[in-house]
C-alpha cells in the first residue's frame, strides 16, 4: 500500500522498516473522523437487543462449584426424561461413543463412532457397570456444568452460544437459563445478607 493509504482502511501491511507506509497510516488515522453519538447508539442498541429475562452471572464457574450439592439440581434432574433431545438439536454437543458392530457372516465387523449424549443413563457407564452420574440430577448437573463452566475453563470459552433449541426440545422445560437465574437469586441473597450483617455491625 505504501504511503498512498487513505482513511476508512480496516487493516494495513507493510515491510518491516517501510517508514513512508508508516507516516502515510498514521497521518491517515489522524484524519478519521469517529461519530462518538453514532458509536454511543448503536452500542445501546445492541445491549437493549439482549433479553432483560436473562441475568448477566459473573464467576459461573465458582458458583457452580460452591453451589455443587444445592437441591435445585436433584428438582431440574426430577423433570428430566432422558431423551437426550436437547443434545440432538445443540449446536455445541459432540460427544460420541465407539461401538463394535458385527457383520451378518458373524466373522467380521467393525469399529465405529455414534453420537451420544451425557444425559444418556449409560452415558458415564464403565467396564465392569459402575455408573459416574446414575441419577438424573448428576446427569442433568453436568450438562449444565460442562455447557457453562467446563469447556470454557479449558478453551476459554462457554459451549452454551444462548440459541434456545433445547429449551423448545425439551417437553419438561429444562432450560440453561434456570440455571443462571438460579445463580442470580442465591448471589443476590448472599448480597443482601452481608448487608444485613454489615447494617447489624454498625458498618
Known sequence: MGA????????LCFAPGDAAALAGAVRAMSAMQFDCAAIAAA???RNEAFSSDIPFVQDVAMLMDT???????AELG?????????????????????VDELAFDGKTGERVREWDCCTNPQFATVAGGHNFRPSERERVRHRMYHK???????????LCVGCGRCVDACKTGINPIEVLK??????????????????TNGE
Not at 453451589?67 to 439440581?73: L, N, R
Request: proline share 4%; charged share 25%.
Open 4 to 11: 498512498s493509504v487513505r482513511p476508512g482502511f480496516d487493516g
Open 43 to 45: 452500542t445501546r442498541r
Open 67 to 73: 453451589y455443587h450439592s444445592d437441591p435445585f439440581w
Open 78 to 98: 426430577s423433570r428430566c426424561l432422558n431423551c437426550t433431545a436437547c443434545a440432538s438439536v445443540c449446536p455445541t454437543c459432540m460427544c460420541f461413543d465407539i
Open 148 to 158: 457453562l463452566n467446563g469447556f470454557k475453563e479449558k478453551h476459554g470459552s462457554m
Open 182 to 199: 438460579f445463580f442470580d437469586e442465591k448471589t443476590r441473597g448472599a448480597h443482601d445478607a452481608q448487608q444485613g450483617r454489615g447494617a
